[in-house]
């Protein structure tokens, strides 16, 4: 590998984690507020 | 036993892995807007109130599932997807990303769309969503596409179900006005993608696809795009008519209709064979996109204002 290609390794896999740790988040709120809504309905 | 090591030579290049822009081009999220706005519309349409989050939810699954079966589409038409100007420079047959890639992506996604519908709104929807999934990867990309010209005929379906589950997450069940809404873009397809494929003939000629101009020519087609119009109205016009809508859907879907009609008629009456002259043609392709989101728009409407 290259040092050209060995820096676009790198960038992409942060990109890729910084987009991954993002959607996690987002995941997690996502369940809560499905988690909360169940709750208000069954009341 | 003895491992000898690769030379330099020898040695696969380890692809880079792929780009995040390059995966959300997998998911065609141009055309997922038309599928999230019909679930959008049939989850709005429907009886009763669901809760915004689970509401969110659904929507969100639809489009998740409609990435998935684009994604999935792509792995297996990397090979003609190289073929066609129009697809060439997709992630797959750019080479910016591995099939595998693609595959893992898309699987993972489908799983992940059902499963969470499932558990934010309902078994039905998730049940429909996976058929969905399952019949425009299996049935259209597998099976059909590259076997018959009626291809857009029956693959259809799998672009009419997002209504259908959209109305499935609001109730928990499926009665008449979804499955005319369904029937509704079902038949809105053929004379759609016929409409394009008229215009691209010489891209689906040289990969292969049998598309319905590259097998029975230009004139069947036109004539085909005409027939198919006729039941479209018929179902576009029968919510109102059975009485599942009121008069705004009503006015909305006979004017749509007739101006449809008319544009279908030109189209039949057209003779060119060179793109550049088929005007009629390009002009339905596009009215045919206003004309699902102006319909479909007049039918939450119409339940909005009159519910």
């Not at chain 1, 960038?11 to 809560?32: E, H, K, N, P, W």
């Not at chain 2, 040695?11 to 997998?26: G, I, K, M, S």
């Not at chain 2, 029937?183 to 292969?208: E, N």
């Not at chain 2, 989101?293 to 039918?299: P, R, S, T």
Request: glycine fraction near 6%; aromatic fraction near 10%.
């Amino acid at each position: 590998m290259t040092p050209e290609q060995e820096v676009e390794l790198r960038r992409r896999q942060r990109s890729r984690s910084r987009i991954t740790a993002l959607l996690l988040g987002l995941f997690v709120v996502l369940m809560f507020a499905i988690s909360m809504a169940k709750m208000v309905i069954n009341q | 036993m003895t491992v000898i090591p690769l030379t330099p030579e020898q040695a696969v290049p380890q692809p880079l892995p792929a780009d995040w822009r390059d995966l959300l081009a997998l998911t065609k999220p141009r055309v997922m807007s038309l599928v999230v706005f019909t679930g959008l519309c049939g989850l709005l349409a429907a009886p009763g109130a669901i809760n915004p989050v689970l509401g969110f939810t659904a929507v969100l699954c639809i489009a998740l599932g409609a990435g998935a079966a684009g994604a999935l589409n792509q792995w297996y038409e990397a090979d003609i997807d190289a073929l066609m100007k129009r697809t060439a420079n997709r992630p797959l047959p750019a080479g910016r990303m591995t099939r595998q890639t693609a595959l893992h992506f898309g699987v993972g996604l489908s799983v992940f769309s059902v499963v969470l519908m499932g558990l934010a709104t309902n078994y039905v929807a998730a049940f429909w969503l996976a058929v969905s999934i399952l019949f425009y990867v299996l049935v259209y990309t597998v099976w059909l596409k590259r076997r018959t010209a009626q291809n857009i005929v029956i693959g259809g379906a799998a672009g009419a179900f997002p209504p259908l589950i959209g109305w499935a997450a609001a109730t928990g069940d499926v009665t008449a006005l979804p499955v005319l809404l369904f029937a509704i873009i079902f038949l809105w397809t053929p004379p759609h993608f016929w409409a394009l494929s008229l215009f691209v003939r010489t891209d689906y000629a040289a990969a292969g696809v049998p598309m319905l101009p590259v097998v029975a020519g230009n004139a069947v087609t036109r004539r085909q795009i005409l027939l198919y119009t006729l039941p479209m109205v018929a179902a576009a016009i029968a919510p109102w008519a059975m009485g599942l809508t009121g008069w705004i859907y009503g006015t909305v879907a006979v004017a749509l209709n007739a101006i449809f009609l008319w544009l279908a008629v030109a189209v039949s009456i057209n003779q060119a064979s060179e793109p550049t002259a088929m005007v009629p043609e390009k002009r339905l392709f596009k009215y045919s996109i206003l004309y699902l989101f102006i319909l479909f728009g007049a039918l939450v409407a119409d339940r909005l204002v009159l519910a």
